[in-house]
């Protein structure tokens, strides 16, 4: 009879097993950190995951503590990307979101229902310290939104300065003088522009970081092209971007790998010296201080160049707002609205310099950047102090197309000619701008 | 064809396959391995090369510790969640098998394309989040995994049915003559019979739960809830991500499912196939 004890002797195990497991489950969820609120209000603090971005996060959020002991901050991390867009929404249209969150400002912003989903912060006294554009980028109609987080951004070429110097170059102020420069780079035997479609986001930058050439030459040009006006196939200023990309793959000018290279690939070789120009975004900068920690320290940023040299200028992206969703109501709207003010305040600036090095300036007036920051950073800076630079296309306009990464692509890398893949882009902001349901567009 | 020249064809495809599925499984591995020893400078080159530096131990810890030991937290999260859903998953698709393949009636028709329909119609996050707050089961351990059964149900009963097709009737019917109940009947005979099969759902479910991302981002927030694969994000991000720590949290998380594998190895191609025999 030994044969029958043994299935009942399983069938027992596996009871057991389901048995404890559920009551296992009857416990919450893992709760091994202590995340009790206290007596206190307690605050969660919804972030992406960039490493810098958390350290940042945790660095406010423990300064901000230690000056409201009352009040007890939880950063919670979500991916970035289009991941974290739809978790974002998720969050909001079941009426779950934390009780603080950062998204992006601009056109993303605008996508998330502010009016319906979002506490309006327009009476809050901190809102005429911050930078002018950002406090459009954030606002609906005549309310505004969110305090910034994090620093300023811009689109700008990163170059080495020590092959600059070797080579006795300077900086350029129009295309042509850069593409001099980058005959003479190439001359010497190193690559002049690096390109890294293995992260496809990084392709836009000619056309996008572009944009204050475009501003210069055809300064409404933002507002007709959101009226369906304006196309970048038509406008012989917006076209240029498409052309310097075409250009510079048909000279040769791109690192051999560019079709695979990752962006921590590109930040290597330019800190390294075996490239010489890197169109990449300022946010790019932590990942250039990992990648090549000496190196980094020889990178500074120009803007890219257009035709006229008194007109050059950088293009700059606002940074990311906290926003407080309509959900959180009562103490925690109180500890919510303080918990803004002192992001949007210089100490608050501070407490994010003390977590990560910022990349650029802060959008709060009275902020100023510590003096470890790099070349780069200082750089950027300059154009800020000088006046010489606009806000980027999306922050401008509420349209900007899904396949803009996948068509600079293929423009990038000669599969398709300049004008075409201008077209192309037309027809998919076309999309974008009848799914919005914008006028002018049917 | 001579019988000596057939075999010499067959060791020489087998060798093949194995130098195949060698390339297909083990080089992603050494792959991960090699990665997850590197610096973070090295790392990040994303070179298939041994390290020039050691950094394992200083990268366990530092994936262990980051986020305040999310990972264990999550490690405790991912086994209830892995445990739970895959026991009721088990005994209910068995059950819903049992009486599918052993009662025909006119409504197993319309049951049949329940069950399909399970496979077909593709979840919605939103509606079903408002079911979950309905019930309030949202931001639960217990509604996720009722989400999880409910995903693995179908999956499970089809390879449940197709199995009980193979079990000799004349057992139930020497139980029930016997004087055995239904229940008595079900536990006492049938499911210990199912133990091949079962094997299979155990450890076909388990690495879909274990392996799940999409769900518990969606239906179980928070940051004491994550579970295993979301703490990958912890290291990887669009602008900044530390391939060390990814891939030996890669590793960490890899290591569950594998030793299960290996322990189950024969189990699960003798549970596939025996499925397999009757439709």
């Not at chain 1, 006294?125 to 606002?139: A, D, H, I, K, Q």
């Not at chain 1, 950088?314 to 803004?340: D, R």
């Not at chain 2, 057939?6 to 080089?27: D, E, K, P």
């Not at chain 2, 094997?199 to 928070?222: A, C, E, K, M, R």
């Amino acid at each position: 009879m030994r044969k029958q004890t043994s299935p009942r002797r399983t069938l027992r195990l596996v009871a057991l097993a389901a048995g404890a497991a559920l009551a296992l489950t009857g416990c919450s969820a893992g709760s091994l950190g202590s995340s009790g609120g206290g007596d206190g209000v307690s605050l969660t603090f919804l972030v992406g995951s960039n490493q810098s971005t958390v350290a940042a996060a945790e660095s406010v959020a423990e300064a901000f503590m230690a000056q409201n002991p009352d009040i007890t901050v939880n950063v919670e991390t979500r991916p970035s990307g289009s991941e974290g867009d739809n978790i974002v929404k998720t969050r909001l249209a079941t009426g779950d979101m934390a009780d603080v969150f950062v998204y992006n400002s601009g056109s993303l912003f605008q996508a998330i229902g502010p009016e319906q989903n979002l506490t309006p912060l327009t009476d809050q006294p901190w809102v005429g310290s911050l930078e002018e554009n950002f406090t459009r980028v954030v606002s609906v109609g005549d309310q505004l939104y969110g305090a910034p987080f994090g620093p300023q951004l811009t689109g700008a070429i990163l170059y080495n300065k020590k092959i600059y110097a070797d080579l006795g170059l300077e900086i350029p102020r129009t295309w042509d003088a850069f593409m001099a420069n980058n005959a003479a780079i190439e001359a010497a035997g190193t690559v002049p522009v690096i390109q890294t479609y293995g992260d496809t986001y990084t392709s836009q930058l000619f056309v996008l970081g572009d944009f204050h050439n475009v501003a210069a030459a055809e300064p409404d040009f933002a507002e007709r092209y959101t009226a369906g006006q304006a196309k970048f196939a038509t406008s012989p200023a917006a076209l240029k971007g498409w052309e310097h990309l075409q250009q510079l793959h048909d000279l040769g000018y791109y690192n051999e790998d560019f079709p695979t290279a990752k962006m921590e690939e590109g930040m290597r070789k330019l800190g390294e010296g075996e490239g010489a120009h890197y169109p990449m975004l300022t946010n790019g900068i932590p990942t250039l201080t990992q990648a090549s920690p000496d190196g980094a320290k020889d990178i500074g940023i120009f803007p890219i160049p257009g035709d006229d040299p008194a007109k050059n200028g950088l293009t700059v992206w606002s940074p990311n707002g906290v926003y407080i969703p309509k959900t959180t109501e009562g103490e925690e709207l109180e500890a919510a609205k303080k918990f803004e003010a002192f992001i949007a305040s210089p100490a608050g600036c501070d407490a994010q310099s003390a977590g990560a090095t910022p990349t650029g300036p802060y959008a709060v007036d009275g902020c100023t950047l510590p003096a470890d920051v790099l070349p780069a950073t200082t750089d950027f800076q300059s154009y800020i102090d000088a006046g010489t630079y606009s806000p980027a296309l999306e922050f401008l306009s509420p349209i900007k197309g899904p396949a803009l990464e996948q068509i600079t692509v293929e423009v990038g890398s000669g599969i398709r000619p300049a004008a075409d893949g201008a077209a192309l882009y037309d027809e998919d902001v076309r999309k974008q701008a009848l799914q919005l349901g914008l006028d002018g567009w049917q | 064809m001579k019988p000596a020249s057939r075999t010499a064809t067959r060791y020489w495809l087998g060798g093949a396959a194995i130098v195949a599925f060698a390339v297909v499984f083990l080089v992603p591995f050494a792959f991960v391995l090699v990665t997850a020893m590197k610096s973070q400078r090295e790392a990040g080159l994303l070179e298939f090369s041994w390290p020039t530096e050691f950094a394992f131990l200083e990268n366990l810890r530092e994936a262990l510790e980051a986020r305040d030991y999310i990972l264990i937290i999550a490690f405790i999260n991912s086994t209830i969640l892995t445990v739970s859903s895959v026991a009721i998953m088990v005994i209910l698709a068995a059950m819903v098998g049992f009486v599918l393949q052993r009662r025909p009636s006119r409504w197993t028709g319309f049951i049949n394309f329940l069950v399909l329909s399970g496979l077909i119609i593709p979840p919605a996050v939103v509606p079903t989040i408002w079911v979950l707050q309905g019930l309030g089961l949202f931001r639960t351990m217990p509604g996720l995994i009722l989400v999880e059964v409910a995903y693995g149900l179908s999956f499970s009963i089809l390879l449940f049915r197709a199995f009980i097709a193979t079990v000799p009737r004349e057992l139930d019917e020497a139980a029930i003559i016997d004087g055995a109940g239904p229940v008595r009947l079900f536990f006492r005979v049938v499911f210990p019979l199912l133990r091949p099969v079962a094997v299979t759902v155990i450890v076909v479910q388990s690495v879909v739960v274990f392996n799940d991302f999409t769900h518990p981002l969606y239906f179980l927030p928070g940051e004491q809830n994550a579970t295993v694969q979301l703490t990958l994000y912890n290291f990887q991000s669009q602008y900044e991500t530390q391939y060390n720590l990814l891939f030996t949290n890669i590793l960490l998380i890899t290591i569950p499912p594998l030793v299960m594998y290996l322990f189950f190895n024969r189990q699960i191609v003798a549970g596939m196939t025996a499925g397999a025999i009757k439709g």
